[in-house]
């Protein structure tokens, strides 16, 4: 279960783009724009835990996934994982390092080569980063890997992608990355793609695997309803920056940001929480709360002067000056 040392802890990490807007842009590969995608983030994920991250389209949560898994570059801040900070790390350094976090990607079908068998899809990251390991000792691990996400190794081993499920192949992602014994797995909308009935035995699995294996995940997701029966604590991304966090049932059930409530109030499930409305202009404003042109709550204070994540009770945080009021 959740301990009370960080396993990743991000301090004010900041991500640009470049906003190519015409097509000189796109052919010269220059532009003078740029877009602030990830803003300022702060968070720490504990040992054992589920941190749920959501948030619309376009929010940031993939890129913010990315940087984790040092797959790109973060423009300012820190990263630091299992003690050492991964931000700026290179070559061996961070090899060793991503073996110790992996990724789930959203789509099954995509993201296992269908040319391959499944035990050599398994047998693949143990030949980057376990170069020592006998014949026997990769079958054993791919064959007892196999088993922890309920897959028979007999029935499966010699199959290509395509002779399995979707349920079963993201099964197989999730073999793949327990082969290198991560401390860390993040799961980008594991389940979106499946069909709705196999979903939770997905979510059951993360839990099996946090349970059993000592694995936190950082799970993105768009689908609150289920969140809850998987997550800890949640996190709410938009426009790159936290607006809303902290434990996933006392956000769920009591939102305080306008987005939240009105993400939750969509849910039939969350009939409790009261139906508000936001607007759909998605411009962000020049000055103030990145919020400001969705929101039908907004005063003076929130066009001049951004709003600063503060604790609305000890398990809760929210970006928003008239929370109280809404
Ligand atoms: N390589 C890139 N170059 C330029 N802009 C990018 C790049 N990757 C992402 N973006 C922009 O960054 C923003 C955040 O994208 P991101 O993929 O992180 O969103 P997301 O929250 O994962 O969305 P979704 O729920 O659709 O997966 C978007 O505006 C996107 O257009
Ligand atoms: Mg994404």
């Known amino acids: 279960m959740e301990s009370k040392d960080p396993l990743l802890d991000i301090i004010?990490?900041?991500?640009?783009?470049?906003?190519?807007?015409?097509?000189?842009?796109?052919?010269?590969?220059?532009?003078?724009?740029?877009?602030?995608?990830?803003?300022?983030?702060?968070?720490?994920?504990?040992?054992?835990?589920?941190?749920?991250?959501?948030?619309?389209?376009?929010?940031?949560?993939?890129?913010?996934?990315?940087?984790?898994?040092?797959?790109?570059?973060?423009?300012?801040?820190?990263?630091?994982?299992?003690?050492?900070?991964?931000?700026?790390?290179?070559?061996?350094?961070?090899?060793?390092?991503?073996?110790?976090?992996?990724?789930?990607?959203?789509?099954?079908?995509?993201?296992?080569?269908?040319?391959?068998?499944?035990?050599?899809?398994?047998?693949?990251?143990?030949?980057?980063?376990?170069?020592?390991?006998?014949?026997?000792?990769?079958?054993?691990?791919?064959?007892?890997?196999?088993?922890?996400?309920?897959?028979?190794?007999?029935?499966?081993?010699?199959?290509?992608?395509?002779?399995?499920?979707?349920g079963q192949r993201q099964r197989v992602s999730f073999a793949r990355a327990l082969v290198l014994k991560p401390f860390l797995i993040i799961a980008d909308e594991p389940v979106s793609m499946l069909d709705v009935s196999i979903r939770f035995q997905i979510l059951e699995l993360m839990k099996k695997l946090r349970d059993e294996e000592n694995v936190s995940f950082l799970y993105v997701t768009h689908d609150l309803s289920t969140s809850q029966y998987v997550g800890d604590n949640i996190i709410i991304l938009y426009k790159g920056q936290i607006i809303e966090q902290g434990n996933i049932h006392e956000v769920l059930l009591h939102p305080l940001h306008p987005y939240t409530k009105a993400l939750i109030s969509a849910i039939p499930k969350f009939n409790n929480v009261e139906k508000i409305n936001i607007k759909n202009d998605v411009e962000t404003c020049k000055s103030g709360c990145k919020f400001l042109n969705r929101c039908l709550y907004s005063s003076e204070e929130c066009m001049n002067t951004e709003p600063t994540l503060i604790e609305a009770n000890s398990s809760h945080s929210i970006r928003c000056y008239n929370y109280k009021s809404i």
Do not use: W
């Open 12 to 166: 004010n990490l900041n991500k640009y783009f470049p906003l190519r807007s015409g097509i000189i842009d796109l052919i010269t590969f220059k532009t003078s724009k740029k877009i602030k995608v990830i803003d300022n983030i702060n968070l720490k994920l504990y040992k054992g835990e589920i941190l749920v991250i959501a948030g619309e389209s376009g929010s940031g949560k993939t890129t913010l996934a990315k940087l984790i898994m040092r797959s790109i570059d973060s423009d300012s801040g820190k990263i630091i994982f299992n003690d050492n900070e991964i931000t700026q790390l290179r070559g061996k350094e961070l090899l060793k390092i991503r073996s110790r976090i992996q990724m789930i990607f959203q789509d099954p079908y995509s993201s296992l080569d269908p040319r391959m068998k499944i035990f050599d899809i398994i047998k693949e990251p143990l030949e980057v980063h376990k170069k020592k390991l006998s014949k026997i000792e990769i079958r054993e691990c791919i064959e007892s890997n196999l088993k922890k996400v309920n897959l028979d190794p007999d029935e499966v081993s010699n199959k290509f992608p395509h002779m399995l499920s979707g």
